[in-house]
């Protein structure tokens, strides 16, 4: 079965930059959608940023967009996600998870994906 990990998170001062990794190993990755998620305490799962490698697509949740970019190195097998002008409210643990086609049905939502990593926390200071 596949396995995604996830590094890079850390603490950082707001207006900060922080760039998240998840390494996937045993299947490609480039063959499904891959997406970051993330959990605040006390908090519902949120949708951060998916891609569709083969097509190019990208999402964005509203509270992200322009602000963080998804990106996916195919060879390396590696999921991306650079965290720029970083806000307090950003702080939560972040998840990379992988979902086949059923994705479509909601791009954002963690019903659709299939396998996730252990996540890495990310702590953004005012």
């Known amino acids: 079965q596949g396995q995604l990990v996830e590094s890079g998170g850390g603490a950082v001062q707001a207006g900060g930059s922080l760039r998240l990794t998840c390494a996937a190993s045993g299947y490609t990755s480039s063959n499904y959608y891959m997406g970051w998620f993330r959990q605040a305490p006390g908090k519902e799962r949120e949708g951060v940023a998916t891609?569709?490698?083969?097509?190019?697509?990208?999402w964005y949740g509203r509270s992200v967009k322009g602000r963080f970019t998804i990106s996916q190195d195919n060879a390396a097998n590696t999921l991306y996600l650079q965290m720029n002008s970083l806000k307090p409210e950003d702080t939560a643990k972040y998840y990379c998870a992988a979902g086949d086609g059923a994705v479509t049905r909601g791009p954002l939502s963690s019903t659709y994906f299939r396998v996730w990593g252990q996540g890495t926390q990310v702590t953004v200071s005012s």
């Open positions: 891609i569709y490698a083969h097509s190019g697509s990208t």
